[in-house]
């Protein structure tokens, strides 16, 4: 390789942990000659790729972010005045700074080690309180995917809440037309399957009655009227259903907030709250519920506890609401969310308070009166007289105003040829309104307007206007110095553990390397403010990045055709299911319902089958974690007639490639069923196998693990699917808003490409890698999980390994053992390794009592050391309980984690030393990651639940 080769690979060093030495240490560790001879002891021969993949070759970081510039410049930055759920928004340049950009905040993995994530769990908690407090609705959660799934996902609880399973009472759910048109869409497609029938109508002369479970309306609806919605809403309690209100969060510092209007619950969206554009997302979407909801909500919720010192302490409350946990009874597969982004929004609120936030809104509500009026002295009308921040005018024509709006760098929203909407937002400056109200001008005479600066916003109805305080609480009352908020951000940040700690190995999430090369374009202007219903020809820079991710992707799957829709490796699932759904519906096969789907796999699969109105029949695995060949042939053999398909994760999860595979997938096909593969394992496949190759007809890719999305404390995430040729006519896809064939409505999300801006952070690193460093990757994942293995292999039981005794790119670690010698549980292992600077392995995934380990090949052989000495000591601690050294009771695994308040106490009465408790290896006293709180009590917390700030009392009675 010359030196200028050599250039264009330097980013694979970078990507990649163990150096050449190191490789050949570990290899020997493994017993293994040499690289490719460990990946064909561990990848079956049989379904091994014979090429190499047609990728780009790698590009350095340098010349990467050149070629990202140029593309960039393809997209036109125009003034949005779209909205439809989409506004520009100022970041504030510190949270900009200090979260969007600092990998202490976007490299965290969902909160489900509360000790050392209390940072973000208190900024999620942040989110809820304000969501709750703008709402005015008791509980709310710690985000959705989008707006629109959040709508769906409240018709759903409502549907679930009125009917039982098998006795739909109550089918009918009713849409106001001035909904917003993807909302819309969204709804459509999740009714159809679970058998919930849509009613769209004008909300005044709905006729609701005992058919119905719910309706929803827009507030401000999609013309931007206010509307006053309390006749409709006790219209429909009358009948025995529930209402959910879409809003907006910025007009609800205004209005009279829905829980006052009597709404059961209220979704929208927080991007206006400093969140960018991205041409769709990522952006965190709200949910807010009366308390009669609590349990039925989907989403994550973070509560208030205590922890073992009494201590308050955050987790995630009603944790047997996950997903994985309910399986084909969930109600919802929600599992990645945008935790990232609704702490965004919940530090825009902290940083501006209840005060900034409706002097915002009050300069936007006057900024859009001052336009209205301008334009209705030009002789135009508008829809309504009652508005915040959007108008619709009416006109005879809309193309010469389109023409000179254009030509001023100006997107309006386009209804129809007869109504232009105008939405405002805080980026809109009073020189701006000239441009606008200049758009309507004849061109003869100058605009004028006046602004009058102590006006009051006229146009919102007085029966409509907000009484009621909001964001009382002292945390939205502090911070308001740039000093004060970048130091608070900091103290949150402190308290959690990230990828700039430490690995974190969790199996099955591929926690990898989020390099900041692939990172930094996020925050460029062309790519972060592109409104997602821009037009087509001011986005070719997305174009190209979208066209040439979703060949990309194909290529690496060995499928034929992409959509780039999902928000989530679930909600992936969900679409990859639907295709197959629509596929057999129009080959006549309707009864086609029932999927296999085996006993290891993820909640959100089952979850998943459900939602796409699917039957869930469970096939057994055997005692090596294979499927159970028999079991399936029997099943598929009983259900041959009505069989959908098999969803199959690949490698499995328990971390092993069956050479079974592709048997498998053979006998789904003769009996007519289509193979859905769970791509979380795609980290395993790239470059050595494919799903296309195995024998998948469709198969998510979860780019928030394999493709170097950040997980961002539980999202944001992407879950494209790739299909076979013959699904690609049932892929969902956005047809143009509002002209979509009910019949063909397939969107899953609410922006034609999800969370579109993300989408770079793979294409940078495919690109970044090229066809030789993805491939490397892989095998570098599989050496670095069989070197752990080896190192730990004798110590511990490995569960699950081939016939070569090698894993995959994970392994699993049996626990269950200790619990009979030593009364230890896989937790009190997973909290001792914070006191040694780890987070913990997936817990008891797929096997209760276990650990899943995934180093990825992002680690170097010092840090997979350090991981596995504190494990091997920690296995010591465990031999001295068992040999009676230690007491069973109290030991440094059952009273872990131990937090600096403990250890600095000046009592302390544990039968082993404080350096044991918090510097139990050299490495430690290093680089001390210290838990904020000592081991908390999840019961407590579910039996009190709080989910909101506390009252400020509740700290000082804490303090005392
Ligand atoms: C095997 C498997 N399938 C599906 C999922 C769901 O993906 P997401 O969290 O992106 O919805 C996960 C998440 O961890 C997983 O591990």
């Excluded at 009058?452 to 009484?467: F, M, Q, Y």
């Excluded at 869930?616 to 294979?626: I, Q, R, S, T």
């Excluded at 090698?806 to 200790?818: G, K, M, T």
């Amino acid at each position: 390789m010359n030196l200028f080769e050599k250039q264009s690979c330097e980013f694979i060093t970078r990507h990649i942990g163990p150096d050449e030495h190191q490789t050949r240490q570990m290899l020997k560790t493994t017993g293994e000659p040499d690289l490719d001879s460990l990946i064909n002891k561990t990848v079956p021969a049989a379904i091994r790729m014979q090429h190499e993949l047609d990728l780009p070759k790698a590009m350095s970081e340098h010349q990467y972010l050149q070629h990202l510039k140029e593309v960039s410049l393809q997209n036109k930055v125009y003034k949005n005045y779209i909205g439809q759920g989409y506004y520009d928004t100022i970041i504030p340049s510190v949270i900009l700074r200090t979260v969007f950009e600092n990998p202490g905040w976007y490299t965290q993995y969902t909160p489900y080690q509360a000790e050392i994530s209390q940072g973000r769990l208190e900024s999620l908690l942040n989110f809820q309180t304000m969501v709750s407090d703008l709402t005015a609705l008791p509980i709310a959660n710690a985000s959705l995917l989008d707006e629109a799934t959040a709508a769906a996902e409240a018709m759903t609880m409502f549907f679930n809440t009125l009917n039982k399973q098998d006795h739909i009472t109550h089918p009918k759910f009713f849409v106001d037309k001035e909904t917003f048109p993807q909302t819309k869409d969204v709804l459509y497609t999740r009714a159809k399957p679970v058998g919930i029938e849509i009613v769209e109508g004008d909300y005044k002369k709905a006729n609701i009655d005992l058919t119905y479970c719910g309706a929803i309306v827009q507030y401000p609806n999609d013309k931007g009227s206010i509307e006053d919605y309390h006749d409709f809403i006790n219209k429909v309690h009358a009948a025995g259903a529930f209402v959910v209100m879409a809003t907006d969060l910025l007009a609800l510092t205004l209005l009279t907030p829905p829980g006052e209007l009597g709404a059961d619950c209220a979704i929208g969206s927080a991007q206006r709250f400093g969140v960018p554009l991205g041409f769709g997302g990522p952006h965190a979407a709200f949910f807010a519920a009366k308390d009669d909801f609590k349990r039925s909500m989907p989403g994550r919720i973070i509560g208030v506890s205590v922890d073992a010192n009494n201590n308050r302490a955050l987790r995630m409350a009603l944790q047997t609401r996950e997903q994985h946990i309910k399986r084909e009874k969930a109600t919802s597969n929600i599992c990645t969310a945008q935790a990232l982004l609704a702490n965004m929004a919940a530090m825009y609120t902290v940083f501006h308070g209840p005060d900034g936030l409706k002097n915002i809104a009050k300069r936007v509500a006057i900024l859009t009166q001052t336009v209205a009026g301008g334009i209705e002295e030009l002789g135009f009308e508008l829809l309504s007289n009652n508005y915040f921040d959007t108008i619709t005018v009416k006109v005879d024509d809309i193309t010469p105003i389109k023409e000179k709006a254009l030509r001023q760098q100006i997107n309006l929203r386009y209804f129809d040829n007869k109504h232009i909407g105008i939405s405002l937002d805080e980026t809109t400056l009073a020189e701006d309104l000239y441009d606008l109200i200049n758009c309507f001008e004849n061109d003869k005479n100058p605009v004028a307007f006046d602004i009058h600066h102590d006006d009051e916003p006229d146009h919102i109805p007085g029966n409509l206007s907000r009484t009621s305080s909001f964001l009382t609480h002292p945390v939205f009352n502090t911070h308001r110095s740039e000093s004060q908020m970048m130091r608070y951000i900091k103290m949150l940040e402190n308290k959690d553990l990230s990828l700039n700690t430490s690995m974190i190995t969790l199996g099955s999430c591929t926690m990898k390397l989020n390099a900041a090369s692939e990172m930094i374009p996020l925050s460029w202007t062309h790519w972060s403010k592109m409104h997602p219903f821009a037009p087509a020809d001011q986005t070719k820079g997305y174009q190209q990045i979208i066209d040439e991710l979703s060949d990309y992707l194909c290529e690496i799957t060995a499928l034929d055709a992409c959509s780039l829709q999902p928000n989530s490796g679930a909600q992936g699932e969900y679409a990859g299911l639907l295709t197959i759904r629509d596929y057999h519906e129009a080959n006549g096969d309707h009864h086609r319902n029932v999927m296999l789907i085996p006993i290891s796999a993820h909640g959100t699969n089952p979850a998943s089958a459900v939602m796409a109105g699917m039957k869930v029949v469970v096939v057994k695995a055997l005692e090596n974690g294979y499927i159970d060949i028999e079991d399936l042939k029997a099943k598929a053999e009983q259900h041959s007639n009505d069989l959908a398909g098999i969803m199959i994760t690949y490698p499995s999860t328990y971390g092993v490639y069956e050479e079974t595979v592709k048997e498998i997938t053979d006998i789904i096909h003769k009996h007519g069923g289509q193979v859905y593969m769970d791509g979380a394992n795609m980290n395993a496949q790239v470059g050595l196998t494919a799903p296309g190759l195995i024998g998948a007809d469709v198969c998510h890719l979860n780019l928030h693990k394999t493709f170097a999305i950040p997980h961002g404390g539980g999202g944001p995430g992407m879950g494209p699917i790739c299909v076979k040729k013959h699904l690609a006519p049932y892929l969902p896809g956005h047809v143009e808003r509002g002209k979509r064939n009910k019949a063909q409505a397939m969107a899953v999300s609410a922006a034609p490409y999800g969370s579109a801006s993300i989408l770079l952070i793979s294409y940078g690193y495919i690109r970044m890698l090229g066809y030789v460093g993805v491939k490397d990757a892989t095998k570098y994942a599989i050496l670095n999980a069989n070197y752990m293995r080896a190192r730990l292999q004798g110590q511990f039981e490995i569960l699950y390994t081939n016939h070569n005794g090698q894993c995959a790119h994970e392994f699993i670690v049996d626990l269950r053992p200790f619990k009979k010698s030593a009364e230890i549980e896989a937790e009190d292992v997973a909290k001792r390794l914070m006191d040694y600077g780890f987070h913990a392995p997936t817990m008891s995934f797929p096997v209760p009592g276990t650990i899943m380990i995934e180093p990825t090949e992002s680690e170097d052989k010092g840090e997979l050391d350090r991981f596995c000495d504190a494990l091997l000591s920690i296995r010591q601690e465990i031999r001295d309980i068992e040999e009676g050294k230690m007491d069973k009771k109290n030991n440094a695994l059952k009273n872990a984690p131990h937090t600096q308040a403990m250890v600095i106490n000046s009592e302390w009465n544990k039968p082993y030393s404080r350096e044991q408790a918090a510097f139990p290896m050299y490495y430690v006293t290093q680089n001390k990651f210290w838990p904020s709180v000592a081991r908390v009590n999840n019961t407590y917390g579910d039996r009190n639940l709080i989910c909101t700030c506390e009252p400020t009392e509740a700290y000082m009675e804490a303090e005392a």
